[in-house]
């Protein structure tokens, strides 16, 4: 499609059109090899005709191929719509292309004239007491962010110093795929990750259901409520990911709240860090839009972070910034560690 105005008003259906492909399982559907429109609709499930229609406007934007006898087929772009591709955005694709977009559209006109956030505007409620309510889509965004997080794990349990670490905290960790990627990396490390209950309670019973014994001796789910409480226990600290969904107030009360975790297990041969792993300005080439997906799904207030601000924020909590590096993937890894008399 050119880049015209009316090109990028049409946006909207482009993505939908792309969402709607990932949430049936269409690049799944053709793992095995190509098939008719006929075929596909049994496979996924969907309405022959109507499947066509919509396998016809995403082969248009080459995110799936039709070969000579009519017959679909996967594109380069449409693999990575496969669950079993390991850079997969399928779930990813999912939750943009449905859940946000949806809360774009029906809420941004009025949280822009009013300047609060869009999902109340859009559902009457904030993005995790929609999730709260919605199992389905809970589950696809805990997947969506295992996607995000996937290529990030494999780099941390590279680069990320684990010397005198036995137990690393992710707070606000969803399902856990970083400690996993971390816990494979290094056998002697134990993880804990804290997040709302439903996630953990879905996390821990696929975790469970995959075999995988090691992780699941070595591998703990803790429900907490981190605007409230952060368990004790860290030596290693990890929070990637999750103040960019909050006002600079709450993102206070959390580091403040990670800071308590980590004075209250601190000992003389103990001192837990913290590793803030979120955008920051100044090494994030996608802030302007990125403002945007924080006006949708973040609570009101919530904006881009420099520097500065996470300076302010986490000497607020009792926290020291001892580093501040940038990262793959518009990322920031900024250690802390207690500040002194905090
Ligand atoms: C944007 S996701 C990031 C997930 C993961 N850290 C990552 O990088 O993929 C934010 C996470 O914070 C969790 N979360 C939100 N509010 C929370 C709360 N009040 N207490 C605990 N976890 C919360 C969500 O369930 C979600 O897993």
Redesign the pocket.
């Known amino acids: 499609m050119e880049t015209s105005l009316l090109g990028l008003v049409m946006g909207g259906f482009t993505s939908a059109t792309i969402g709607a492909a990932a949430r049936l399982g269409v690049a799944d559907a053709l793992a095995d090899g190509p098939a008719t429109g006929g075929e596909l609709a049994k496979k996924v499930d969907a309405d022959p005709d109507a499947l066509e229609a919509l396998m016809k406007a995403v082969t248009a934007l080459g995110v799936f191929a039709r070969d000579e006898e009519g017959r679909y087929t996967n594109s380069p772009l449409s693999e990575q719509l496969r669950s079993d591709h390991p850079e997969s955005i399928r779930h990813l694709a999912s939750l943009l292309c449905g859940l946000y977009t949806q809360a774009a559209s029906g809420g941004l006109t009025q949280a822009v004239r009013t300047g609060t956030s869009v999902m109340p505007h859009a559902f009457g409620v904030s993005?995790?007491e929609y999730?709260d309510k919605d199992p389905e889509t809970a589950r696809i965004?805990?997947l969506a962010?295992?996607d995000?997080?996937r290529p990030?794990g494999v780099l941390a349990a590279r680069h990320i110093s684990f010397e005198g670490v036995r137990t690393v905290v992710?707070?606000?960790?969803?399902?856990g795929?970083?400690l996993k990627a971390i816990l494979s990396a290094h056998p002697h490390l134990r993880g804990i990750c804290?997040?709302?209950e439903d996630?953990c309670t879905r996390a821990e019973a696929e975790l469970r259901a995959s075999g995988d014994e090691d992780l699941v001796r070595r591998l703990r789910y803790r429900?907490?409520?981190?605007?409230?409480e952060v368990p004790a226990g860290g030596d290693l600290y990890?929070?990637?990911?999750?103040l960019?969904?909050w006002s600079s107030e709450s993102c206070v009360r959390i580091l403040g709240n990670i800071r308590k975790a980590m004075s209250a297990g601190a000992g003389p041969d103990r001192k837990p860090r913290l590793l803030v792993?979120d955008p920051l300005v100044e090494h994030d080439s996608g802030a302007a839009f990125r403002s945007v997906i924080k006006m949708v799904v973040g609570e009101t207030n919530t904006r881009e972070r420099s520097e500065a601000d996470l300076r302010r924020e986490t000497a607020e909590a009792g926290l020291d910034i001892v580093s501040i590096m940038p990262a793959p993937a518009d990322l920031s890894v900024v250690e802390c560690v207690v500040a002194a008399g905090a």
């Open positions: 993005l995790y999730l965004f805990d962010m295992q995000w997080s990030i992710d707070v606000g960790g969803g399902n795929a970083l804290v997040d709302r996630t429900p907490s409520d981190i605007l409230r990890i929070i990637k990911n999750v960019h969904d792993v």
